[in-house]
């Protein structure tokens, strides 16, 4: 499949854009991987057909000129539902388009549907999802990875190359190192969360899959900048973002003690030692960093992420907003109950079980402030580290995908997301690209943080990181 670089090309050049859209829908159709929940066949085509209109006049069509895209089912959009893979949500249809969508669709994207994902984004394998689980295109005995495990297969698979998700805990970086693709989590602020389903509003944002870096760098112009209907999103006007490889030569790269440790699989370690070579060899100045909080990160985002989502989730009551249960007679208080116990899957009441408890009187101190003091803490150390580092490198994933039903212990699931939920409390920006595979041919993801809105300092560093692999011919994105 071609990048989004040059379908754009292709298309402002005179190419279709219908045909283009076509033949993703086509490719859309025959997959068996329960990628998209919804696909949006005729709005599709009529957007691409506009889109052919406007070159043909001499117009302008947009940097993303007949892109395809998919949509994460938790962000969004006038066309089709909006369910966050839930009961709760699935008959729902929303009266407006996320701010997300419409920059995409202004800089001539077309929407083609909508992806499955993790109920209500909660999850690290799209196991949870109402509409059935997601099958991962390098394996499908094997999960996608979560929440946006739906995003993620549908770019590995080939069916589009650019796919919306939204990373609250790794949900981007996470799936993208399973599925063997690019995943990339802006600073907290630069993108606008208008139109997402709040999961945690002070970890959750908005970012894209790719095929590369340099795709991500193109969607990540269009998606940022200011929006008067987020007062948490930088308010910086939009403006293009181009990749410039970096420099390794001098460049200094953290490695963190704390994610080297024998709790990695062997691919993962060996992953490690074969970046670190490459890396010094091209001159880069590999630097040993202790973030001693980092085993903290996932306790701190546990207590902070559901307590946010026992609060943000109270308005699905089914009187007011989702699914009603049919209880004759029932009153307020029963029917409400009723609602959400029907409406809410097992992991979903989980947390919101979880938050309510740690915001309750008497466990308020305890839990969920000590979890802000050292979120603080936690953002305080990286910042430190970057200080005297460009970047830092870890592993994406501690493994690599695991088979569905593979993992039924809660605490073990969370810990998938050991080494990305750290971005999310610190607001720093971070990257997953493919670096090779382990033994069972599959993807093994690298993950580059940097510090609070150094998004395009990041993006060059990852794409230096790129060159470097395929020169070594290490095997990079599952569909390139």
């Not at 006049?57 to 994460?72: D, N, Y």
């Not at 870096?213 to 269009?222: H, K, P």
């Not at 989730?313 to 208080?333: K, Q, S, V």
């Not at 466990?363 to 005297?388: G, H, Q, S, V, W």
């Amino acid at each position: 499949m071609r990048s989004a670089r040059d379908i754009a090309e292709h298309v402002n050049s005179g190419g279709s854009a219908v045909q283009v859209v076509e033949e993703a829908l086509e490719r859309i159709h025959a997959d068996t991987s329960n990628a998209f929940r919804e696909v949006f066949d005729q709005s599709a085509l009529t957007s691409a057909a506009e889109i052919d209109r406007r070159i043909i006049a001499g117009e302008s069509a947009g940097p993303l000129a007949g892109v395809p895209v998919a949509i994460k089912d938790n962000i969004c959009t006038r066309e089709g539902r909006t369910s966050c893979g839930s009961k709760m949500l699935e008959k729902y249809r929303s009266p407006f388009d996320a701010t997300v969508v419409t920059r995409l669709q202004d800089a001539g994207a077309v929407v083609v549907g909508k992806v499955n994902c993790d109920e209500f984004a909660m999850g690290s394998s799209t196991e949870t999802c109402h509409f059935g689980p997601v099958k991962n295109p390098a394996d499908p005995s094997r999960v996608p990875g979560g929440s946006s495990g739906g995003s993620a297969a549908a770019v590995a698979a080939g069916l589009v190359p650019v796919a919306l998700g939204s990373d609250t805990g790794g949900s981007i970086r996470q799936p993208a190192a399973f599925c063997g693709v690019t995943g990339f989590k802006p600073s907290y602020g630069q993108v606008s969360r208008w139109g997402l389903v709040a999961f945690a509003s002070s970890l959750d944002q908005i970012g894209p899959f790719t095929t590369d870096t340099a795709d991500a760098a193109l969607v990540f112009g269009v998606l940022r900048g200011g929006d008067p209907n987020d007062g948490t999103c930088e308010p910086s006007p939009a403006k293009p973002c181009q990749i410039k490889p970096a420099d390794l030569k001098g460049m200094r790269v953290g490695v963190p003690i704390q994610a080297t440790t024998d709790g990695n699989a062997k691919s993962v370690s060996k992953m490690m030692a074969e970046v670190r070579d490459q890396m010094s060899k091209a001159g880069a100045e590999m630097v040993e960093v202790d973030l001693s909080l980092l085993d903290q990160g996932i306790s701190t985002y546990y207590v902070i992420a559901t307590a946010e989502a026992s609060s943000n989730l109270a308005r699905f009551d089914g009187i007011r907003y989702g699914h009603r249960a049919h209880a004759p007679g029932a009153g307020p208080d029963e029917l409400m109950a009723l609602s959400r116990s029907e409406g809410f899957g097992a992991e979903v009441r989980r947390r919101i079980l979880l938050g309510t408890y740690v915001l309750s009187a008497g466990y308020y101190d305890a839990y969920y402030n000590r979890a802000l003091k050292i979120r603080r803490m936690i953002r305080d150390e990286y910042l430190k580290a970057f200080a005297t580092c460009d970047v830092l490198i870890s592993p994406t994933t501690p493994s690599t995908a695991f088979e569905l039903g593979g993992i039924t212990d809660p605490v073990e699931m969370y810990l998938c997301d050991r080494y990305t939920v750290g971005a999310n409390i610190a607001g720093i920006p971070g990257i997953s690209i493919p670096f090779g595979e382990d033994e069972q041919s599959l993807p093994l993801g690298l993950q580059l943080l940097a510090a609070p809105f150094a998004d395009e300092q990041l993006l060059n560093a990852a794409a230096s990181i790129e060159a470097l692999r395929d020169q070594a011919g290490i095997r990079g994105a599952r569909n390139a």
